[in-house]
């Protein structure tokens, strides 16, 4: 789980949905260019596609 780093602290629920958007936000995401599933976060709303090499403006968690 990613949220081992908080230790005892912020509480389960909060530390769930946290787990929930990082897992979800560093997963592989389709490619609206070329439809594969190549697409990874570089910063908060920046994504590139390992296959095409095109780099584009999305969401901030997921495209």
């Known amino acids: 789980m990613p949220?081992?780093?908080?230790?005892a602290r912020y509480g389960?629920?909060?530390?769930?949905k946290l787990a929930q958007v990082e897992i979800l936000?560093?997963?592989?995401?389709?490619?609206p260019y070329c439809n594969k599933d190549a697409v990874k976060?570089?910063?908060?709303?920046?994504?590139h596609c390992n296959k095409?090499?095109?780099k584009f403006?999305?969401?901030a968690y997921t495209i």
């Open 12 to 16: 389960r629920r909060t530390k769930k």
């Open 41 to 47: 976060r570089i910063a908060a709303g920046i994504w």
């Open 25 to 31: 936000q560093r997963g592989k995401h389709k490619c």
């Open 57 to 59: 403006a999305g969401k």
């Open 52 to 54: 095409c090499e095109v």
């Open 3 to 7: 949220t081992k780093r908080f230790g």
